[in-house]
Nanobody, 118 residues
Framework: QVQLVESGGGLVQPGGSLRLSCAASGSIFSINAMGWYRQAPGKQRALVATMTTGGSTNYADSVKGRFTISGDNAKKTVYLQMNSLEPEDTAVYYC????????????WGQGTQVTVSS
């Protein structure tokens, strides 16, 4: 049974910073990509940032220059450093692991709330 557990969410003032962490446990092999997505109230889940095991990264335009994704494939962990947070960043953030091990897999965490408000 694979589990992805996020931590690090919370309430922060505009301009502040948070660091999200996600750790995978269980039998998960041959990770191809790790990433973060978010879902704001009334909106669909959207990509925030992804990284491949080769080190390539991709960011949503709205977070470029403010957020940084990093991770350790061997430790099955991924992080999201969020700086200069804006109220528009308020959402539930989900981590995601994709890969192929006999069959494609696509695992999601349970989500962590990030609220940016004064």
């Amino acid at each position: 049974q694979v589990q992805l557990v996020e931590s690090g969410g919370g309430l922060v003032q505009p301009g502040g910073s948070l660091r999200l962490s996600c750790a995978a446990s269980g039998s998960i092999f041959s990770i191809n990509a790790m990433g973060w997505y978010r879902q704001a109230p009334g909106k669909q889940r959207a990509l925030v940032a992804t990284m491949t095991t080769g080190g390539s990264t991709n960011y949503a335009d709205s977070v470029k220059g403010r957020f940084t994704i990093s991770g350790d494939n061997a430790k099955k962990t991924v992080y999201l450093q969020m700086n200069s947070l804006e109220p528009e960043d308020t959402a539930v953030y989900y981590c995601n692991f994709k890969g192929y091990y006999g069959t494609r897999y696509d695992y999601w965490g349970q989500g962590t709330q990030v609220t940016v408000s004064s």
